[in-house]
């Protein structure tokens, strides 16, 4: 299984950008998805997390940014509206994938992550 993210890239106060992440090879079942993110010297924090119609967000970014997914792609976005210079950071997404060999389901704990997209945010 890999995650690609992509999306990032450099944008100013108030703008807005679309971050997405799909996933690829042996998925059976997406239980969920989500995005964090990085700033140096600080732990990864979660963003957004979408499981099912059930969606939950950090604080910081309630009413701004937007999770979804499209199952028919096994990919999911993530909408940031009214950007703001602290949500400058390296994006990363997460899955909690259910993989069939054929004879046994199996998962990692912690799920999959992407390699991380950068997002800048100046003002």
């Known amino acids: 299984v890999q995650l690609q993210a992509s999306g990032g890239g450099l944008v100013h106060t108030g703008e807005s950008l679309r971050l997405s992440c799909a996933a690829s090879?042996?998925?059976?079942?997406?239980?969920?998805m989500g995005w964090y993110r990085q700033v140096p010297g600080k732990h990864r924090e979660r963003v957004a997390f979408i499981s099912g119609s059930y969606v939950d967000y950090a604080d910081s970014v309630k009413g701004r940014f937007t999770i979804s997914k499209d199952i028919t792609k096994n990919t999911t976005y993530l909408q940031m509206n009214s950007v703001k210079r602290e949500d400058t950071a390296v994006y990363y997404c997460?899955?909690?994938?259910?993989?069939?060999?054929?004879?046994?389901?199996?998962?990692?704990?912690?799920?999959?992550w992407g390699q991380g997209t950068l997002v800048t945010v100046s003002s």
């Open positions: 997460n899955a909690d994938i259910v993989s069939y060999d054929g004879k046994t389901y199996y998962a990692v704990p912690d799920g999959y």
């Open positions: 090879g042996d998925i059976f079942r997406i239980n969920n």
